[in-house]
């Protein structure tokens, strides 16, 4: 080396300054969580319980020791719970399906689908209460519209992604049906089938959750025994759900899916009699202000100024929306390397899958009705519901991802290999993945209200129980509208400069 | 080759080929001639298959079109693979039909060329079960299920030893009456084949009778002749 | 496209055919409102459909709902055509149902009244007048659309203090029942809740509170509250006269343990005029229009 050219090193980056893609997301997550912390304060995080521990003991112990036989009727329950979920995805499927033969060539699929999937399940459950009452129909309906949006998107979304090399070596002049069934469908049956099944399985989530308004599948004892006290009970009931879940590969079978179906054909009722003019009557007049059908402009703007509270409740439910995202993005960084085959041994791993399986097997309103006991009615039940499921779901695939990964430097330590090797290739999926489940948050969020967290959920649960239709309807919408707009805002700040973990089975 | 003067299938006249704005093939000029059988060479990337792209579709369902492997459906079995070359014929109840039970006609059609193609006793496994070379097989079978006069190839005796090349080279031949076949293999270009066009860079360097041509002006096609080990995994865009 | 127009229509004929058979009620369906512990509610009512069945002649069925809304809900769907409903949702119900009727009341339910209780550590005692002292406090009601819980409360704290709750105090919310505010006002999760006088005065009875950590601190003057009502089309349904029949069976009610179930001293008539003012309370509210 020639002591002449004593060469200036190249400056020191700054504290994360740089381009690099790995610097770029850690800037953009540090925004993320530092927007949150700016906006903590506005959030109502009182813990209102007295003896949050005591309530915490009593059911945990009504967990270890479940009253199975103080449950009525439970296999009915199970059952109705399992059939509302198989002909709900049945109708959805059925639904969706033209719809998303149709998804690319129409903008108005495109914004109808839209509009359905902004509309969590349970809140289809409360309109369509009004008209088909405590019924099967009811229940199915509930599912099978949301889903139809959803099957319409996915579906379309995995049709487009085929190749097009089949579909051009076939001569011209083939037909649309012919061209679908023996170039298109083929190829993307596997996909599809897999969305179905994990579709259905969020059914049953959601069908289970269809209790918590009345309808009664599982959820519904479980709601009363939880509220009343009667935590033995509920945990008896909690367990009937995680079995069932858990059990879900066996019983689930595609074999035996004909069976469950008709099966379930006998267990679903009661069928509502239909009253076509309190239908007609319900669609035409009741959820719409009277003074709108009237063409009446002063009385309209009247009726608006006496919709409660509309800032605060969008303000909360967006606020519930980024705290839950952030949250998510927190829980799922510090838990994924719990159930990762780089770390620990084989007992913790097998307790860290089992923590994010139960997590993310639970339905976040489930957790935030167990924290609201707990803590009482603030935004904080919600939030750490939405960051723990969220977290864990998020959490549970990346820890999957990261066990396919081999380290290219053997017997780094613990903490080198996970900021070396592990994190820099798993992030930018993460992160992604994160965008995603904002849209599905942000929905959780308004149902979260019917709680009693003051999100527009809450509002919507309101108007309902006053039969103030209109005002209901009107808060649905806003929040239908709020939904769209957020996920077209989460798909434009998504990165994307990486190959993202993109699996709809996975969203 | 009859000297009289004849009129061609297609004919190019300083046309520019390519897609999505992109000049693919620039100003090009060349023609097919009934009863003429075309070697297409050149390095990938040259625009081989854009080339075959366009003769397709001037000539219309009249040439049976044999793609690269892929496009074959995996998930179906060896025989509906070969079906679909006749799908536009079958109304849309007979394809549906056929998907669950063989139709009786296509069904002993298949079977004689599966024969003739060494593919017996695999019309019912889905294709993506098949070696490389069983599956390009397929992809010819298709292509001569058509029955057309005219056959369109693009690589479909890649990855296929010399031998059998040969023999399906041949099949085909006794099949159509003209033939466009993409190939790699310059010496059964030179020996099978009435006419070459060599393709470079996106022009037609090389329209000549297959008999006025030496290896050695083939050679000038590829930039460098030891890569042509590499044009073993060429894909061609379409 | 064709094809796709047809599936979609065979899939839609095949959804209303299947939602359109539903099954014709020859069964006398009724319902409560869920104003206490749901284990209580069956037990009570079971007896009382047993006691009807025997009185109409007609099968008797307790359909158990999960709130006040669906409660009128199910009797607008025809899902029940007799209901045990508070003075608000009785009003509900009997304005989405035309013809429907109330046919009797409890004899305390004429002058019905609401407890305000509030959790020992707020320092309150029981007097005339609510204190001041109860601003910035919180306080739960029960179901939004109770009458005991929520709707009378609300009015004589207007009345009092000439301000909606949410600005009187720092925190407002709705347990769903009677039970659960009394249960989360002893627990100090709430300062303050109203209730129902009734399941107050039996679960003290019972021994169901703990009444060193919350009592009473102030009863409302009294107002019309629960009523049976019962669908204006029954009589189309199971025969003439099967209005009168019901009428007769509910006020001839009594079996003590039937009615303490109630609870109640015994049902005396009742006609939808005596709920004017309940409706005109909730009018003022904003809770019907």
Known sequence: MSQAVLRQPEPRPGWLAGQSSGVRLARHSLTLVALAVILVPFADLAILTRDPWGELARMARGLAWPAWGALESPLEALGLTVAVALWGTLGGMLLGFPLALLFARSRLVRAGCAFVRAIHELFWALLFLQVFGLSAATALMALAIPYAGIFAKVYAEILEQLPGAPRDALPLGVGRLSRFVYAELPLAWARLAAYTRYRFECGLRASVLLGFVGLPTLGFQLETAFREGRYHEAGALLWLFYLLIASLPWWGHRRLIPLLLLGGALLLGPWPTVDGSLLWRFASQDIWPSALLDGDWRGLIDWLARIPELGPAIGNTLLLGLLGSVGALLVALALWPLACRHFGNPATRLAGRGLLIFLRSTPELMLAFFFLLLLGPSLLPAWLALALHNGALIAFLVARHADAITPGMPGVNASGRLAYELLPRLYPGMLALLYYRAEVILRETAILGMLGVATLGYYIDANFEYLLFDVAFFLLLITAALNIAVDALSRRLRPRETAIIDDPCQR | ?238 | MRWLAASALVTSTMALTLFAQGAVADTLHFTAIPDEDQSRLVERFSKVADYLEERLDVEVEYVPVKSYGATVTAFRNNQVQLAWFGGLSGVQARRLVPGSEALAQGSEDARFKSYFIAHRSTGLERAEELPDAIEGMSLTFGSRTSTSGRLMPEHFLRQRFGEAPDELFSRVGYSGDHSRTIALVEAGTWDLGAVNYTVWDAAVEDGRVDTDKVEVIWTTPAYPDYNWTLRGDVDEQFGEGFTEKVRAALLEMDDPELLASFPREDFIPADNALYAPIEDVAEELGLLR
């Open chain 2, 1 to 238: 080759m009859g000297g009289e003067p004849r009129r061609p299938l297609v004919a190019f006249e300083a046309e520019d080929l390519g897609y999505d704005n992109q000049v693919v093939l620039s100003r090009l000029a060349l023609a097919l001639y009934p009863g003429e059988r075309v070697a297409l060479l050149g390095p990938s990337g040259a625009g081989k298959s854009t080339l075959l792209e366009a003769l397709r579709r001037r000539l219309g369902d009249s040439a049976a079109w044999c793609p690269q492997q892929h496009g074959l459906v995996p998930q179906l079995a060896v025989y509906h693979n070969i079906y679909m070359g006749r799908l536009a014929e079958h109304s849309a109840l007979a394809n549906l039909w056929n998907l669950v039970r063989p139709l009786a006609g296509p069904w002993r059609q298949v079977a004689e060329l599966c024969d003739a193609l060494g593919l017996a006793g695999l019309m019912r496994r889905p294709v993506g079960q098949l070696s490389g070379g069983q599956r390009q097989r397929v992809a010819i079978a298709r292509a001569l299920y058509q029955q057309q006069e005219l056959f369109l190839g693009d690589e479909p005796v890649a990855s296929i030893d010399p031998h059998q090349a040969l023999r399906l080279l041949a099949l085909i031949e006794a099949r159509h009456a003209t033939a466009v076949i993409a190939l790699h293999y310059r010496e059964l270009a030179l020996s099978h084949f009435d006419r070459v066009w060599g393709l470079r860079d996106g022009q037609l360097v090389i329209d000549a009778p297959a008999r006025d041509l030496t290896l050695a002006d083939l050679d000038g096609l590829y930039p460098d002749a030891d890569s042509s080990a590499d044009e073993a995994i060429d894909r061609g865009q379409p």
